[in-house]
């Protein structure tokens, strides 16, 4: 046993003096904090995109011959373009969204520090975004580059709109109008020396690689970051995630929000592709997304701790056995504090393998399984909150299967979390014989 608190203490402490200063770092950054809290401004539109997206497509063979499944299919096909105009108003351009989103965020960090307008930040964003993304073509705007293709290009021109306007702002450089001039119309001639330079260098940019490459600035940024998407959507990158952002949790940082926030990007990307190769009839190529975290990796909430709750329930600790009562529904939600911050997990040396190792355990299954194709793909964006084996079920065009193997990981994890289980609880159930004890003599004594 000292042995293991010896190796537990080694651990905790690289994770406490070299990855949790690092990570703390960079969550508090202001450009992630930016991106991480303008992916979750553009969420909405996502998941009502692909809700519809599910109506377009049933998960239906097209030779079925069942009367609800024909009628739906029938009905899809007749009203498709209806049925995907909201779809293609969210989901398919929302990297105009994203690149508002993260400008207004970004901007909200220096309006102490240099008076920006966080609106007029996305304003200028927005526009720089369709500038480069979506030229007039034949008297309309293409939209294959406001999509899941988009998502780098819009980061990185939001980020290059509001870190302009702060160079302006810091070298007093703008139209200078008298104090009595109302602030909106300031703001707005603020904007004319932004809009100008935005226009002088992308502008150009823009025409230059697509003479030279016959493509617009999206899709050059894509082909650049290609082999990091694909490397993305590897085993070993998504074990590395789990590995890191269970580190964090175990040392006490909230490591799924961290790595969630630095992921987002690539998984909204892998969506995107999915998502058109969906419409196109085509095989789907990507797996790691939010809802493979969500749904498959960390069932029941970070630490796939659904099992251990399971554990919790018949536990003949009294503590634990609470616990195992008061966190069950919020598990079945995702949302596993109670149990996180209850039992105690974080920093409990009890727990240290278990928490790592069933996330990890859970991530290699349920990649294996859609790798093998023995279910779906993920397809559209679902809330966390949903109950795990129905969002996994929606997320993959409610294939029935994907709730099955949730169910079958839950399992796995309280398999995994039992042996630690029973090492706790009788930890537990020794304090608590004793603290009988004490309460007896106690009473005795009083009497």
């Given at each position: 046993?000292?042995?293991?608190?010896?190796?537990?203490?080694?651990?905790?402490?690289?994770?406490?003096?070299?990855?949790?200063?690092?990570?703390?770092?960079?969550?508090?950054?202001?450009?992630?904090?930016?991106?991480?809290?303008?992916?979750?401004?553009?969420?909405?539109?996502?998941?009502?995109?692909?809700?519809?997206?599910?109506?377009?497509?049933?998960?239906?063979?097209?030779?079925?011959?069942?009367?609800?499944?024909?009628?739906?299919?029938?009905?899809?096909?007749?009203?498709?373009?209806?049925?995907?105009?909201?779809?293609?108003?969210?989901?398919?351009?929302?990297?105009?969204?994203?690149?508002?989103?993260?400008?207004?965020?970004?901007?909200?960090?220096?309006?102490?520090?240099?008076?920006?307008?966080?609106?007029?930040?996305?304003?200028?964003?927005?526009?720089?975004?369709?500038?480069?993304?979506?030229?007039?073509?034949?008297?309309?705007?293409?939209?294959?580059?406001?999509?899941?293709?988009?998502?780098?290009?819009?980061?990185?021109?939001?980020?290059?709109?509001?870190?302009?306007?702060?160079?302006?702002?810091?070298?007093?450089?703008?139209?200078?109008?008298?104090?009595?001039?109302?602030?909106?119309?300031?703001?707005?001639?603020?904007?004319?020396?932004?809009?100008?330079?935005?226009?002088?260098?992308?502008?150009?940019?823009?025409?230059?690689?697509?003479?030279?490459?016959?493509?617009?600035?999206?899709q050059a940024i894509m082909a650049l970051f290609?082999?990091l998407v694909a490397a993305a959507d590897s085993?070993?990158?998504?074990?590395?995630?789990?590995?890191?952002?269970?580190?964090?949790?175990?040392?006490?940082?909230?490591?799924?929000?961290?790595?969630?926030?630095?992921?987002?990007?690539?998984?909204?990307?892998?969506?995107?592709?999915?998502?058109?190769?969906?419409?196109?009839?085509?095989?789907?190529?990507?797996?790691?997304?939010?809802?493979?975290?969500?749904?498959?990796?960390?069932?029941?909430?970070?630490?796939?701790?659904?099992?251990?709750?399971?554990?919790?329930?018949?536990?003949?600790?009294?503590?634990?056995?609470?616990?195992?009562?008061?966190?069950?529904?919020?598990?079945?939600?995702?949302?596993?504090?109670?149990?996180?911050?209850?039992?105690?997990?974080?920093?409990?040396?009890?727990?240290?393998?278990?928490?790592?190792?069933?996330?990890?355990?859970?991530?290699?299954?349920?990649?294996?399984?859609?790798?093998?194709?023995?279910?779906?793909?993920?397809?559209?964006?679902?809330?966390w909150t949903a109950p795990a084996p129905i969002?996994?079920?929606?997320?993959?065009?409610?294939?029935?299967?994907?709730?099955?193997?949730?169910?079958?990981?839950?399992?796995?994890?309280?398999?995994?979390?039992?042996?630690?289980?029973?090492?706790?609880?009788?930890?537990?159930?020794?304090?608590?014989?004793?603290?009988?004890?004490?309460?007896?003599?106690?009473?005795?004594?009083?009497?």
């Amino acid at each position: 046993m000292s042995a293991n608190h010896a190796a537990f203490n080694l651990i905790f402490r690289f994770v406490e003096n070299y990855v949790s200063p690092i990570a703390g770092r960079i969550s508090a950054q202001r450009h992630v904090m930016a991106i991480r809290d303008g992916f979750i401004s553009a969420m909405p539109f996502m998941i009502v995109g692909s809700f519809l997206l599910i109506f377009a497509y049933p998960p239906f063979s097209p030779d079925t011959t069942w009367g609800f499944a024909r009628g739906w299919l029938d009905l899809a096909k007749q009203y498709e373009g209806r049925i995907l105009t909201p779809f293609d108003m969210t989901m398919g351009i929302m990297s105009i969204y994203i690149c508002a989103a993260i400008a207004y965020n970004l901007g909200k960090h220096y309006v102490k520090s240099h008076q920006l307008d966080p609106f007029m930040c996305a304003m200028l964003s927005l526009m720089a975004f369709l500038l480069v993304a979506a030229p007039k073509t034949d008297s309309a705007l293409p939209v294959h580059s406001l999509g899941g293709t988009g998502i780098f290009t819009a980061i990185l021109v939001a980020i290059y709109c509001v870190e302009l306007m702060r160079f302006l702002k810091a070298h007093n450089i703008g139209i200078r109008l008298p104090d009595q001039v109302p602030p909106m119309i300031k703001n707005s001639f603020d904007l004319l020396i932004p809009v100008l330079v935005v226009v002088l260098t992308l502008y150009p940019l823009s025409l230059f690689i697509q003479s030279e490459f016959s493509v617009l600035i999206p899709q050059a940024i894509m082909a650049l970051f290609k082999p990091l998407v694909a490397a993305a959507d590897s085993l070993p990158a998504i074990l590395l995630a789990v590995l890191i952002g269970h580190l964090l949790w175990f040392a006490g940082i909230h490591g799924a929000a961290i790595v969630s926030g630095m992921l987002q990007m690539f998984w909204l990307t892998n969506l995107g592709i999915n998502q058109t190769a969906l419409a196109q009839g085509a095989p789907l190529p990507h797996i790691f997304m939010e809802a493979f975290w969500t749904f498959f990796i960390v069932v029941g909430g970070s630490g796939a701790t659904m099992g251990l709750v399971i554990c919790y329930l018949r536990s003949r600790s009294v503590h634990l056995r609470s616990i195992g009562r008061l966190s069950i529904v919020p598990s079945f939600f995702n949302i596993n504090e109670p149990v996180i911050f209850g039992t105690p997990i974080v920093m409990n040396p009890v727990f240290f393998i278990p928490f790592l190792l069933a996330p990890l355990v859970n991530s290699v299954i349920a990649w294996g399984a859609m790798k093998m194709d023995l279910i779906g793909r993920v397809i559209a964006v679902v809330p966390w909150t949903a109950p795990a084996p129905i969002g996994a079920a929606w997320a993959l065009g409610w294939d029935y299967r994907a709730a099955i193997l949730v169910v079958l990981l839950a399992v796995v994890s309280a398999v995994i979390y039992f042996p630690f289980f029973k090492v706790y609880e009788k930890q537990l159930l020794e304090q608590e014989a004793q603290e009988s004890q004490r309460a007896e003599g106690e009473s005795q004594q009083v009497a």
